[in-house]
């Protein structure tokens, strides 16, 4: 006769195997893996050298060129450039309302023919209708809000040369990775950048990037520990009634 098992050795023997694979899983997710790239900002290499023509008997061969007086700056593509991070903004809102309505209506009671007094034939404890009326409501809102933001982001980061625009104008982008104890860390930064905003050292300061996109972000243990978690995030999302 085959033996039935018992309802509580099945339920340790499931619990058992939950706590062992909780044991091991937990481990790997606490491993911090390397930085990953993100292909949107990856370097790009600059071009190729032409191959050296062969037999034309001149010294000078195009595309082999190098000027001995020629500016270290940035100028083709895969060239890199330094960007000084030297952000620095701060905004204030203030906003204060208040709104009031009162609304008062009154109807008095009417007379016909010199009478005031009706019955309509109904008995009441009177002998008489009451027919006027009177209607009174209030309504008022007072509201105030301040938002203050203040965010800066200093630092340096080195991007390259991605592609030359037809009025000489250069589009940049860029990525650090930094791997921690806790985490990793990244720092972004795309955009286009003007010739002459790049100085002497081949630095231009991320405040002359047009259409710039700087970007700090982070992950792992330290990033996971600042976020906010699903159940908070319910209770202050506009579907929360209260």
């Given at each position: 006769?085959?033996?039935?098992p018992?309802i509580?050795?099945?339920?340790?023997?499931?619990?058992?195997?939950?706590?062992?694979?909780?044991?091991?899983?937990?481990?790997?997710?606490?491993?911090?893996?390397?930085?990953?790239?993100?292909?949107?900002?990856?370097?790009?290499?600059?071009?190729?050298?032409?191959?050296?023509?062969?037999?034309?008997?001149?010294?000078?061969?195009?595309?082999?060129?190098?000027?001995?007086?020629?500016?270290?700056?940035?100028?083709r593509?895969?060239?890199i450039?330094?960007?000084?991070?030297?952000?620095?903004?701060?905004?204030?809102?203030?906003?204060?309302?208040?709104?009031?309505?009162?609304?008062?209506?009154?109807?008095?009671?009417?007379?016909?023919?010199?009478?005031?007094?009706?019955?309509?034939?109904?008995?009441?404890?009177?002998?008489?209708?009451?027919?006027?009326?009177?209607?009174?409501?209030?309504?008022?809102?007072?509201?105030?809000?301040?938002?203050?933001?203040?965010?800066?982001?200093?630092?340096?980061?080195?991007?390259?040369?991605?592609?030359?625009?037809?009025?000489?104008?250069?589009?940049?982008r860029?990525?650090?990775?930094?791997?921690?104890?806790?985490?990793?860390?990244?720092?972004?930064?795309?955009?286009?950048?003007?010739?002459?905003?790049?100085?002497?050292?081949?630095?231009?300061?991320s405040?002359?990037?047009?259409?710039?996109?700087?970007?700090?972000?982070?992950?792992?243990q330290?990033?996971?520990?600042?976020?906010?978690?699903?159940l908070?995030?319910?209770?202050?999302?506009?579907i929360?009634?209260?």
């Amino acid at each position: 006769m085959k033996r039935t098992p018992n309802i509580d050795t099945v339920v340790h023997r499931r619990f058992g195997l939950w706590l062992l694979i909780a044991m091991v899983v937990m481990p790997l997710i606490g491993c911090n893996s390397a930085p990953k790239r993100d292909p949107d900002y990856a370097a790009v290499p600059p071009a190729e050298i032409p191959a050296i023509p062969q037999g034309n008997g001149s010294i000078y061969q195009a595309g082999f060129e190098r000027s001995w007086f020629e500016n270290v700056r940035a100028r083709r593509v895969g060239d890199i450039l330094v960007v000084q991070l030297t952000e620095d903004t701060e905004a204030k809102q203030s906003n204060e309302g208040e709104v009031s309505r009162s609304n008062n209506t009154s109807v008095t009671q009417p007379t016909l023919f010199g009478r005031g007094d009706f019955s309509f034939g109904i008995p009441t404890q009177s002998g008489v209708f009451n027919l006027s009326q009177n209607l009174q409501s209030s309504t008022s809102f007072e509201g105030e809000a301040e938002n203050t933001q203040e965010n800066q982001f200093t630092g340096s980061l080195s991007v390259t040369v991605t592609e030359v625009l037809s009025n000489g104008y250069l589009k940049v982008r860029g990525e650090k990775r930094i791997g921690m104890t806790g985490g990793n860390e990244y720092v972004r930064v795309s955009g286009i950048v003007r010739p002459e905003d790049i100085d002497l050292n081949n630095t231009v300061e991320s405040t002359r990037i047009a259409d710039a996109t700087l970007v700090y972000v982070g992950d792992g243990q330290v990033s996971m520990a600042s976020r906010m978690g699903w159940l908070a995030k319910f209770f202050i999302s506009a579907i929360m009634p209260f």
